[in-house]
């Protein structure tokens, strides 16, 4: 069984993975049809396979042939496309933040809760990059103790604002090198020598919403409405590779030896050996996330540290997404006759 599959925002930095990851995974794509902003009359086209494929617009875009969208185009697309996409029978994997939290929507990582796609209606979420990279590290710890608490601090790279914000990060760099002020439009500051501790719009609560999709998504994903989650987001001047430092509590002792043997037996994880811990540049192109730096918490008789970096483009993106299109394909659940109701 092979899939007609559209890429929606097949230009984009998470969309240009996909193709990447469709091909490496040796995804059954049939017919391949990469969608981006415009009328799709500019003569665009994208790579898939070694041959050039011309990139459509969505306006009118007819998915009633269609068997399978992976949509990373942004929330305001996402929410007028996948709807019309489910109603004509294609099955939604959906990258942008829309659709996460909505009760019907399945919101998944393949590792952690992979049965949770056969309960989809037409739209699967992917969870945001740097939930996903996190929870691969925390949620195996939980055959050691009952997770109590998380508090998590983020390291952003550039990449997971789009393909502008790279392009903005690169000119600045060369701007700073010489001396120069760098201008900013993506980002609200220079990002090159600097850290931005806002990332996504402020909440009334005084909480961003990049962190609040942390405390949420975590919760779902978990299945512990009632974990206590806290966050702060800063992007940094990385291109390519999202970082956390991550402070988990325990309902019992929990040994950071016992964590790594864990980590260690944990599929997409890879626990790095070396003190000095993973970095975000190890982790760009890598499909595990990696974790080093496991220790005991100091401060609380049941807590533990630890870091994650990982691939925000990959594991925080497309692979996951085209994990989730393989359980789908593996259970026979793509195609119109198998839909779930
Ligand atoms: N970057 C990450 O690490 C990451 C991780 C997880 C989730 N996400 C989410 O994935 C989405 C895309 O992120 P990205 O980093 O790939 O952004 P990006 O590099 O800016 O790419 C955006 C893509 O959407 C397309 N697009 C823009 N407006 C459109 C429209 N009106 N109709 C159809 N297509 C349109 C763009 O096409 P054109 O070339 O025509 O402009 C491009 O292909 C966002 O919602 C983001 O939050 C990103």
Known sequence: MSYKVAVLGATGMVGQEMLRVLEAQAFPVATLVPLASGSGETGRTV??????????????????????????????????????????SAIVVDNTAHFRMHADVPLVIPEINGHAVRDHHGIIANPNCSTAIVLMAVAPLRALGGLARLVVSTYQSASGAGKEAVKELDSQMAAHLEGRTPEHRVFHAPLAGNVLPRIGRLLPDGRTSEEAKMEEEARKILAQPELAVTCTCVRVPVIVGHSASVNLTFDRAVAPGDVAAVLREAPGVHVVAEPDGPTPRDAAGSDDVLVGRIRADRSHPYGLDLWVSGDNLRKGAALNAVQIADILHREGRIGVSTRSA
């Open 47 to 88: 790579h898939f396979r070694g041959r050039p494929h011309a990139v459509l617009g969505t306006d009118g875009f007819d998915y009633r042939d269609v068997d399978l969208v992976l949509a990373s185009a942004g929330e305001e697309i996402s929410a007028r496309e996948a709807p019309r996409a489910a109603a004509a």
